[in-house]
């Protein structure tokens, strides 16, 4: 544990040298950066105490927590592979590409991993750090709606700007403004407990940890949901002499002029203090002779060619800086195309809290140099607008990849007792984007390359094996480590949108406004007061209900129980009229799936698809279309918002464990057992080693749950 203390000398200096960040950033961010000379003054203070009273703090802590636990190992690893997929992972292991993973198989266990229901990675993610199910941890998708305006908020964090005020009795006196987090995750991250019985934790990149929250013993860099320096969660920039037609999602699209061998533009940044959007001025420069461009930025230069990457550049706005890297997409003497990163949140300078302590990010960026910070890193969006090709996003997937494992190094390094775990998005969005190559009739492939990148999957695999390689080796022959390698979910073909919006109006259930037959994004035409279910994000259908929604309809009690059941049934009838092929495997009613106390925030039905089926584009954003079925010819052709059956992650351990069906839900209580901390009772999951609850103590997780995964390992 020294070598982590150390390290906050490096971060001291840090402080020290980090700029302050006064301005405020919104409005539609609804943050304000943390800064000012007094934040500056207070990272240093908090820096200063940490190193000063380490010596102290130790002598405390070896009396403290002396006793308090009697730990089975003397450290725990978890390395998170989001969207590692078993059935890939079992073809791919028999050709012969994963004999590192085979031998881990061998020496302990693999198996099937049950997720979460909804299997989304904010729901399972959650369920990893809280040993509970969604109507216990409240994050059931990325958006829900604000039931008194029906709008889409974010349904893990709540950031926004308060004025300040000094309460003198007879009036108040304003004096600027101030910034509130909330992380809406209910229940608490099992590193929480470990930390109060002295058990260090490492925790790099968990999704849903954002804002940090605060704990004893230990740190933490913050992952899925922190916002870019918009307050956005990704808005590339891409400058073309090209006017690109049709609409655009995701990001920002500007027409340059190429004059004199360059391009001068601006780059968009936050809202300053007159609430105008920031712009920081940028110039490229070509050079025919050597075929490299000079980007220049702020303080800055690099020099790069065609299709390749600069390093991280420091983006100067008043007050505040971010970081982006550049790409030239294209270059041929007379056109070109610029593509810009989303501007990440500066993590030597950080606007807003993206760590625990704040100081933590500071360290990494002086220990490794710039990262992103960006909680949804690697640019989907950029691809799906194919401003960028499959080459430049592969290419910034394993530059954020490098990134994320020198972190791992790090904590492997400096925790030699504890827990630690770092969750891996590349497995996840190479997935995303590239799974339209396994399958030669997917809409996706039509007017795109099939042959170029067509095993990048497969590669995918055989590199991450080539990684576990690289893990044992760090690790060495420590016996009393306990090393598992997991993903939230698995993965599998999305060829079919569905704007279950669309139903919902043609069966009555959704009504508009007189005279309209769609509604834009937003449920923009839709009358409240005649509409008794709606759906938003990619999970599952709302009833507009008494005493819940501002205009709701429906009554609790009899009513809503025979509505939910009414279209649950027509659901699981559904057929697509192309294929012919059924449409929803199982609609699940919350309240007979989950016992939890925010179940009833959730959507009252979860959307159960068969696989190739999705929640169309549109229909996530909530908008009602004129077709109900859509082929889906994204780049994004691989998903999991199916039924949870369909796609379990994957679990292989370096120990044997108690069960053939383990479960996210049980990571946590195991963490907590192997390092003898007391179980609280509300959780569902169970200890992976030792004794395991028989007939006579019944899981805690809903029966059907159980089952179900059961059901699906004894099919595969």
């Excluded at 934040?39 to 405390?60: C, D, E, H, Q, R």
């Excluded at 640019?379 to 494992?405: G, P």
């Amino acid at each position: 544990m020294r070598k982590t203390r150390q390290g906050f000398f490096v971060a001291l200096a840090a402080v020290l040298l980090s700029a302050p960040a006064s301005a405020y950033i919104g409005p539609g961010a609804g943050f304000a950066a943390a800064g000012s000379v007094l934040v500056l003054l207070g990272t240093f203070l908090l820096a200063f105490v940490i190193v000063l009273a380490w010596p102290l703090k130790a002598l405390v802590r070896l009396f403290t927590y002396r006793g308090k636990t009697k730990p089975k190992v003397k450290r725990m690893i978890v390395v998170g592979l989001d969207g590692f997929d078993p059935g890939l992972a079992k073809r791919f292991s028999e050709e012969g590409l994963m004999p590192n993973f085979k031998a881990l198989e061998e020496e302990g266990f693999f198996s099937p991993l049950q997720t979460s229901y909804p299997s989304i990675s904010p729901v399972a993610w959650s369920s990893y750090a809280t040993g509970v199910d969604a109507s216990r941890h409240n994050i059931y998708d990325f958006l829900t709606r604000d039931p008194c305006s029906y709008f889409p908020i974010l349904s893990s964090t709540d950031i926004r700007s308060m004025p300040k005020t000094l309460n003198l009795g007879l009036a108040k006196i304003p004096f600027g403004q101030k910034t509130i987090y909330k992380l809406l995750q209910k229940s608490q991250p099992f590193w929480k407990l470990l930390g109060a019985q002295g058990v260090w934790s490492s925790i790099i990149r968990v999704p849903i940890t954002f804002p940090p929250q605060k704990f004893k013993n230990g740190t933490l860099l913050a992952g899925m949901c922190v916002p870019d320096l918009q307050g956005t969660q990704g808005s590339f920039s891409f400058y073309s002499t090209k006017k690109r037609s049709g609409n655009h999602t995701g990001g920002q699209q500007y027409v340059v002029r190429y004059k004199d061998d360059a391009v001068h533009s601006n780059l968009t940044g936050p809202p300053g203090k007159d609430e105008h959007a920031m712009k920081c001025p940028f110039s490229v420069h070509f050079d025919s002779a050597t075929k490299q461009a000079r980007i220049e930025v702020g303080t800055e230069s690099a020099t790069v060619g065609v299709k390749e990457y600069t390093p991280w550049m420091v983006i100067p706005f008043d007050g505040v800086t971010g970081i982006a890297r550049f790409y030239i997409q294209e270059w041929d003497g007379q056109d070109v195309g610029i593509y810009v990163t989303p501007i990440n949140i500066n993590p030597d300078s950080p606007a807003m809290p993206i760590s625990h302590p704040f100081v933590y990010s500071i360290y990494l960026a002086k220990m490794m140099g710039p990262y992103a910070t960006l909680g949804l890193a690697e640019d989907t969006w950029a691809l799906n607008e194919r401003v960028v090709d499959e080459e430049a996003f592969l290419k910034q997937s394993w530059l954020i990849f490098e990134e994320r494992k020198k972190m791992l190094w790090d904590v492997i390094e400096k925790t030699k007792k504890g827990f630690v775990t770092v969750v891996f998005d590349t497995t996840d969005r190479i997935s995303h984007m590239f799974y339209r190559y396994l399958e030669p009739d997917h809409p996706a492939n039509e007017g795109k390359d099939t042959e170029k990148h067509k095993h990048v999957i497969r590669d995918l695999y055989a590199k991450m094996d080539d990684f576990l390689a690289e893990i044992r080796a760090k690790i060495g022959d420590d016996k009393e480590t306990c090393l598992m390698v997991l993903s939230d979910h698995g993965f599998c073909s999305f060829q079919r949108g569905v704007n279950m919006n669309t139903w919902l109006k043609e069966e009555g259930y959704l009504v508009l406004k007189e005279g309209h037959e769609t509604s834009g994004d937003w449920f923009a035409q839709v009358d409240w007061e005649k509409t008794k279910a709606f759906t938003l994000g990619l999970t599952g259908i709302f009833i507009n209900r008494k005493g819940r929604e501002a205009k709701g309809i429906v009554e609790e009690g009899p009513e809503l129980r025979a509505l939910c059941k009414e279209i649950k049934d027509k659901l699981e009838k559904l057929v697509d009229p192309k294929s012919g092929n059924p449409v929803i495997k199982e609609a699940f009613l919350t309240r007979e799936l989950q016992s939890g106390p925010y179940r009833d925030l959730a959507p009252e039905i979860l959307l159960g698809y068969h696989k190739g089926f999705r929640h169309s584009w549109d229909c996530a954003t909530g908008s009602v279309a004129a077709q109900m079925y859509s082929d889906n010819t994204k780049s994004w052709s691989g998903d999991h918002c199916v039924d949870p059956r369909l796609v379990p992650g994957v679990f292989w351990c370096n120990r044997m464990v108690n069960t053939e069906t383990p479960s996210i839900l049980d990571i946590a209580p195991t963490a907590l057992d192997l390092f003898g901390v007391k179980i609280p009772g509300y959780m569902q999951g169970q200890p992976l080693f030792g004794p395991r609850k028989g007939a006579d103590q019944p899981d805690k997780s809903t029966g059907s749950e159980r089952e179900l995964v059961a059901s699906e390992k004894a099919a595969s």
